[in-house]
């Protein structure tokens, strides 16, 4: 008969015997090798054994798809340091206390997790929700560990919203790290400044003093309550996606205005000769083919004031575009602000408000280039992770499923 060698990967142990089952499983009988244990009582290494403690039946690694078990009498010492004399039951490091599961076991299941849910874990392991559900708190903690960053230089900080169509919003707080790797130190139950205060005053006084830079849009709670903790010695970079985003929007608005002005006052055939210039109106000018240069000149007679939109937009992307110093750059917004008063068009004054409040944070951007990308990223994983799994509105399993998600494979491969 041929035969296969299968290492258990459990150490000082000996198997004892092998059975199968009609149901397709495994169990293996084994017996520790290891003398002595801990009193549990005064702390004392024991060696006076005691018996054996009753049968414990461990979920294992699946051997060829059959789903494993061991089987195994834990072994009892009695203490002679101790007055009472108490036993203590050996504790083994491949499995913990009350866990129906061995550690590797364990380490499987999470690593199976990774961009999974818990529901199709459940079903492929023939395993309970709520013993994979046990699994994730035994060894994910919903909050930080401290102790396993060195610094928190550069932190983003963002919102999104549990539910589609409500405003409950919890706020996400991550690290870009020296490395390049991101990770999620925070997820609030809401965006109040108190609430983001409360969390930056958690962080390690060690941590605080390496944090350099703040990443995040133009909400004004995350700006004030970041400046309020940490004051001057921080630099508040507002993202300049979103920055973008508030000035397109702009030339967007008059977009739509302006086209249904002009399809009422043109003949249909006419009409339709400007068809695509909403997408174009939304490319860069590196991305403008010929025929688009075209449709631009066909638009330019019927609404002037939105060919004059659209390339002061281009204008002041070409700003954030270039190789210019902090204050080059507030010198140079200070005049495109001058163009756009001087051409009389209306659609950019609400973020012409935002710019001059926010200056300081705009034009921090042109220090060293930084932006919020790696936290819209980490929002996508999110949005990925919340449609993958019907929706998390318990914001601790969304922090430990972005933790496995993150560093499944680094910790649990």
């Given at each position: ?301 019927h609404a002037p004031m939105l060919v004059n939109a659209y390339l002061l937009c281009l204008t002041l992307t070409n700003i954030f575009k270039s190789s210019i110093t902090k204050e080059q750059a507030r010198c140079q917004l200070r005049g495109w602000k001058g163009l756009v008063r001087k051409s ?70």
């Amino acid at each position: 008969m041929n035969c296969l060698e299968i290492p258990l990967d459990i150490t000082s142990v000996t198997i004892e015997s092998v059975e199968f089952t009609e149901e397709g499983e495994i169990f293996v009988t084994i017996t520790s090798m290891i003398e002595g244990t801990v009193c549990h009582v005064c702390g004392q290494e024991i060696t006076d054994f005691y018996g054996e403690d009753r049968e414990i039946i461990l979920r294992h690694l699946s051997i060829l798809g059959k789903p494993t078990y061991l089987k195994f009498k834990p072994r009892r010492y009695r203490c002679s340091h101790c007055k009472a004399q108490p036993t203590t039951t050996q504790r083994l490091p491949w499995y913990e206390l009350r866990s129906p599961h061995t550690r590797a076991y364990e380490n499987h299941i999470l690593l199976s997790l990774v961009n999974s849910t818990v529901m199709d874990v459940s079903i492929k392991e023939g395993i309970g929700y709520e013993a994979v559900m046990g699994i994730i708190k035994r060894h994910v903690s919903p909050e930080v560990d401290w102790s396993e960053f060195e610094d928190l230089e550069i932190i983003g900080v963002d919102e999104i919203s549990l539910k589609k169509g409500h405003r409950d919003f919890v706020t996400i707080i991550s690290v870009l790290l020296r490395n390049g790797k991101k990770r999620v130190i925070g997820v609030l139950e809401d965006r109040k400044k108190e609430t983001v205060r409360k969390f930056f005053r958690s962080i390690p006084k060690r941590l605080r003093k390496t944090v350099r830079v703040f990443c995040m849009d133009l909400y004004e709670g995350f700006i004030n309550a970041a400046k309020a903790f940490f004051g001057r010695k921080i630099r508040i970079v507002a993202d300049r996606f979103h920055v973008a985003k508030l000035y397109r929007k702009g030339v967007d608005d008059l977009r739509k205005k302006e086209l249904k002005r002009i399809k009422k006052a043109l003949p249909k055939e006419e009409y339709k000769s400007l068809k695509g210039v909403m997408w174009v109106l939304r490319k860069n000018v590196e991305d403008l083919t010929e025929a688009d240069v075209e449709l631009i000149k066909k638009l330019k007679p019927h609404a002037p004031m939105l060919v004059n939109a659209y390339l002061l937009c281009l204008t002041l992307t070409n700003i954030f575009k270039s190789s210019i110093t902090k204050e080059q750059a507030r010198c140079q917004l200070r005049g495109w602000k001058g163009l756009v008063r001087k051409s009389g068009i209306d659609c950019f004054d609400s973020f012409l408000n935002t710019m001059e409040e926010r200056m300081e944070e705009i034009t921090n951007y042109f220090v060293e280039r930084q932006n919020s990308g790696f936290v819209e990223g980490l929002n996508n994983k999110i949005k990925v992770i919340k449609r993958r799994c019907y929706g998390i509105l318990n914001r601790n399993h969304l922090f430990q499923r972005l933790f496995i998600d993150l560093r499944g494979y680094e910790l649990f491969a």
